[in-house]
């Protein structure tokens, strides 16, 4: 039995996804097919019901129709219900659509499990406010960071998730607030995907800050490559995050864990398990 999934976002075209679910379905011997689907501005709910038709077993969400899925969603996890943004869809035995997320889970499981960068303890700043930030946020206070402060180009953004988080360890920044250095940033702007360097003072930088940015692609972020220059930061893109999540929406879908170190070093070119042989894509179809 071949399973169907796949990615819908937009866009899609150069999402990694396929790739890494395929190395699971190798390595749990189950049948997928895994496509790309780009969802046309306003239409995420008759795409998604289109793919369902075709049999799906489930999908996956990415920018910028996480909330969209989050509304078409039956039931949720409770994460996902917090964050308001659904990552992963599973369609259960009567046809019902449940809703996770599995962003914050995946970057916590990157950053302790694979960069083994400490969280606990720790002054985190993170940069942004979008459906990221929102999706990773809690996941970092479980953490048990000593403090965690949010910054955003558009400071009310930020201050509305500070506000909704309602911790005392979290607060949102001014530009002229950014006066010291923190132990973990993480970029959770989409500044690196127009090759944008942000607008920051060095002073949150020394030498031992562990700079993350969630963007991750071939050649080094330029939010990574700042933190090299200014402070020779340890620094990592997010594509440990995003083979992370896979895999936690794999073991959502088929309720098997698999092991995501291999398939790692094979989404950064390394000697990783063998790639799955692709079906053939059916006529018409985008992936
Ligand atoms: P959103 O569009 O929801 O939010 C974008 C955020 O970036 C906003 O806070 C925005 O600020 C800020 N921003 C955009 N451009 C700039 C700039 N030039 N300077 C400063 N701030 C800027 O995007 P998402 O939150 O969904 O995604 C953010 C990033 O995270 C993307 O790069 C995405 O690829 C990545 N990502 C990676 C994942 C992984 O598995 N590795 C998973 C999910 C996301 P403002 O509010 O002022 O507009």
Redesign the pocket.
């Known amino acids: 039995m071949i399973h169907l999934l796949a990615v819908l976002g937009n866009p899609v075209e150069h999402s990694r996804s396929p790739e890494i679910h395929r190395a699971f379905a190798r390595q749990a011997g189950i049948g997928i097919r895994y496509e790309k689907i780009p969802v046309p501005a306003g239409l995420f709910e008759e795409t998604a019901r289109h793919f369902l038709d075709r049999g799906a077993t489930g999908f996956n969400i990415t920018?910028?129709c996480k909330t969209d899925a989050y509304r078409m969603a039956d039931s949720l996890s409770a994460r996902a219900r917090r964050c308001g943004a659904v990552n992963t869809i599973v369609r259960d035995g009567e046809g019902r659509l449940y809703g996770d997320n599995t962003?914050g889970a995946?970057l916590l499981r990157d950053l302790t499990r694979n960069l083994d960068w400490k969280v606990a303890g720790s002054r985190v700043l993170v940069l942004?406010?979008?459906?990221?930030?929102r999706?990773v946020v809690r996941d970092l206070l479980a953490a048990s960071p000593e403090e965690l402060h949010l910054y955003?180009?558009?400071h009310a953004?930020a201050a509305a998730i500070a506000e909704e988080l309602f911790d005392a360890r979290c607060r949102a920044l001014g530009r002229a607030e950014l006066d010291r250095g923190y132990d973990l940033i993480i970029n959770?702007?989409?500044?690196?995907?127009?090759g944008?360097t942000?607008?920051l003072p060095e002073t949150v930088l020394n030498a031992e800050t562990r700079c993350y940015d969630?963007?991750?692609g071939p050649s080094m972020t330029p939010f990574c490559r700042w933190c090299r220059e200014i402070a020779g930061c340890p620094v990592s893109d997010?594509?440990g995050?995003?083979v992370e999540?896979a895999a936690l929406a794999f073991r959502l879908w088929f309720e098997t864990p698999v092991e995501t170190t291999g398939v790692l070093a094979l989404m950064r070119g390394g000697p990783g398990p063998e790639p799955v042989p692709e079906p053939d894509p059916a006529p018409g179809n985008p992936g």
Do not use: F, H, I, W
């Open positions: 920018v910028p962003d995946g942004g406010a979008g459906g990221a930030v999706g955003n180009r558009t953004r959770g702007t989409s500044a690196s995907l127009g944008e942000l607008d969630l963007m991750y997010g594509l995050m995003l999540q």
